[in-house]
């Protein structure tokens, strides 16, 4: 959403009302604090033009009485805030088929359903009900826009008008020069670096690197972000670091300081629909990267190297990309991202508005180029773990 307030767009993010149904897990725990914390200030301005909205919902979401009071109480508290901040354009984007309805009960001009993930193959969902849910928000949806391929061919029958909009990174954070004047944010650790920065959920090949870092001793592995898994086997050698989450403007000299970006992703239905930010990222700062065959490389014009998930083969593709890196690849990989930026994104996103605003026959799923659309102003919802919610 940076990018559409730096297009002059009033932004309101909607925080998940709930997510999976609840098991007292400790993250989950965690998170109920966290949005308890946030109901005290349920309605926060965040920068210029972005807003944020922590919304009350009741503790009955795994029933249909309690799913639809609580879209009832999402659409009043929208609403409310929307008065707040006089909207009179309203452009509703959501990452979750199930609140594509607030439509319905919103008074606004486009609705985008943009689906970030295989919600279907995500686990402990309904899968028969999100079914549903899709091919509902298909055909409420003004503009229905996937990150893959594959979740493209899959859009249901009910789909209006369809965009591929791969993931991009945004440059004016991933600065390779604004890099270049922090130093070194990890001196401690010796060379050469191997980076994994994301969420490690179970699709994360944990067996992977910990057999692979067992060997090679003479390599350092740096893991940044949220866990939600047991990284303990593998935190536990030597040569690993587990450094938790980096604040965004400090992960570019992360990025910078280390030798090779890695997306060990093991894979399964829900990874082979990815379009995994990460990589863009790695590829802005210039940096080798290595991916196991979740993905397809052709999408980044083979700028980025893949490997199969077994330690011997992804070792000697770190080795050989280690030996074969050059100043003309860094810069070949920094250009390829160039073109990959959140700002060309959001212009294919615009010129797709623009057609449904002049009541223009859906084109081809291709990245289009127009006029900016007028201010409008966001309301978007965004937890991948949500959209497959047992409602």
């Not at 966290?34 to 033009?49: A, E, I, K, N, T």
């Not at 289009?368 to 919802?381: C, H, I």
Request: hydrophobic share 45%; charged share 25%.
């Amino acid at each position: 959403m940076n990018e559409a307030e730096r297009r002059g767009y009033q932004v309101l993010w909607v925080d998940p009302i709930v997510l999976r149904s609840a098991r007292l897990q400790r993250k989950d725990v965690a998170k109920l604090a966290r949005r308890l914390r946030q109901f005290r200030r349920p309605f926060v301005q965040v920068s210029d033009r972005i807003w944020r909205l922590a919304p009350f919902g009741i503790p009955l979401q795994g029933t249909r009485l309690g799913a639809a009071l609580n879209r009832r109480l999402l659409a009043f508290q929208i609403r409310r805030s929307l008065r707040r901040l006089g909207a009179q354009r309203v452009l509703l984007w959501s990452y979750s088929p199930y609140l594509v309805r607030l439509r319905q009960s919103i008074d606004c001009e486009i609705a985008i359903y943009y689906r970030t993930d295989d919600y279907l193959s995500a686990p402990g969902v309904n899968v028969s009900r999100l079914r549903k849910q899709e091919y509902e928000a298909a055909a409420l949806a003004d503009l229905c826009v996937t990150v893959n391929e594959l979740s493209l061919a899959e859009r249901p029958s009910s789909t209006r008008r369809r965009l591929l909009v791969r993931n991009g990174v945004d440059l004016t954070v991933f600065d390779v020069a604004a890099a270049a004047q922090s130093d070194d944010p990890i001196p401690q650790v010796a060379h050469p670096r191997l980076l994994v920065i994301g969420t490690y959920d179970r699709w994360f090949d944990l067996d992977l690197l910990r057999t692979l870092m067992s060997e090679r001793r003479d390599w350092s592995l740096l893991l940044a972000g949220e866990s939600k898994v047991d990284l303990g086997a593998l935190t536990a050698l030597p040569n690993v670091s587990f450094i938790g989450h980096v604040q965004l403007e400090r992960l570019p000299a992360l990025i910078a300081a280390c030798d090779i970006g890695l997306v060990p992703h093991r894979v399964e239905p829900l990874t082979t629909k990815m379009s995994p930010g990460k990589v863009y990222q790695y590829l802005a700062m210039g940096l080798p990267v290595l991916c196991t065959p979740f993905i397809d490389p052709s999408v980044f014009a083979d700028q980025i190297a893949v490997a199969p998930g077994e330690p011997a083969a992804f070792g000697q593709a770190i080795e050989s990309l280690l030996s074969a890196d050059s100043r003309e690849l860094t810069a070949a990989r920094r250009a390829f991202a160039a073109e990959q930026s959140w700002a060309v994104r959001f212009d294919a996103i615009e010129g797709e508005i623009a057609g449904v605003l002049m009541g223009e026959e859906p084109g081809d799923a291709r990245p289009l180029q127009s006029e900016r659309a007028g201010p409008g102003l966001g309301s978007a919802e965004h937890d991948p773990a949500q959209a497959g919610e047992k409602a």
